[in-house]
């Protein structure tokens, strides 16, 4: 039933959204982040600290390829014309996926088509979609794991 409501959540969003092959993937993947997090059901100080995650990973993975501001990781470095369009979706496809696991389905999907309508080329697409991915584990493996309650947050 969870998968259903996942499934069915992201798809509305998609297919209602106003996105083109030429929006915005960052704007995309934060309507698919809160789609995602209220169909699974997060607390809303649960869907801040998600969001959050999700949108550093995806800074760390453009901002290694377009090298514009101060990195937040620092470790991360895109090759030369690689795609920011598919490292922005590949880390937040990373990052959603390992935290909810349950609309997996639905986030591939979602990955799928968000990465066919980046028209670079197979190479800038696939260098891309490798920063985004080194972007993603290493901020999951910088985030302690947090255990959240409606009372208090522990670390």
Same mark, same amino acid.
């Given at each position: 039933?969870?998968?259903?409501?996942?499934? @069915? =959540?992201?798809?509305?969003?998609?297919?209602? &959204?106003?996105?083109? $092959?030429? =929006?915005? @993937? @960052?704007?995309?993947?934060?309507?698919? =982040?809160?789609?995602?997090?209220?169909?699974?059901?997060? &607390? /809303?100080?649960?869907?801040?600290?998600?969001?959050?995650?999700?949108?550093? =990973?995806?800074?760390?993975?453009?901002?290694?390829?377009?090298?514009?501001? +101060? /990195?937040?990781?620092?470790?991360?470095?895109?090759?030369?014309? $690689?795609?920011?369009?598919?490292?922005?979706?590949?880390?937040?496809? @990373?990052?959603?996926?390992?935290?909810?696991?349950?609309?997996?389905?639905?986030?591939?999907?979602?990955?799928?088509? &968000?990465?066919?309508?980046?028209?670079? &080329?197979?190479?800038? +697409?696939?260098?891309?979609?490798?920063?985004?991915?080194?972007?993603?584990?290493?901020?999951?493996? $910088?985030? /302690? *794991?947090?255990?959240?309650?409606?009372?208090?947050? *522990?670390?």
């Amino acid at each position: 039933m969870t998968r259903l409501r996942s499934t @069915v =959540a992201i798809v509305a969003v998609l297919a209602c &959204s106003a996105t083109t $092959a030429r =929006a915005d @993937v @960052v704007l995309q993947w934060n309507e698919i =982040a809160v789609a995602t997090l209220i169909s699974q059901g997060q &607390s /809303p100080f649960a869907q801040a600290r998600y969001m959050a995650i999700t949108q550093l =990973a995806v800074f760390e993975a453009v901002n290694a390829i377009k090298r514009d501001y +101060k /990195p937040y990781l620092g470790t991360i470095e895109g090759a030369a014309g $690689a795609s920011a369009e598919a490292a922005a979706v590949a880390a937040a496809h @990373v990052i959603l996926k390992h935290y909810f696991p349950a609309a997996a389905g639905a986030l591939d999907a979602a990955r799928t088509a &968000s990465l066919a309508a980046i028209p670079d &080329s197979p190479a800038a +697409k696939m260098s891309g979609i490798m920063t985004g991915e080194a972007a993603a584990t290493l901020m999951i493996a $910088a985030t /302690p *794991r947090l255990k959240i309650s409606r009372r208090s947050i *522990r670390i």
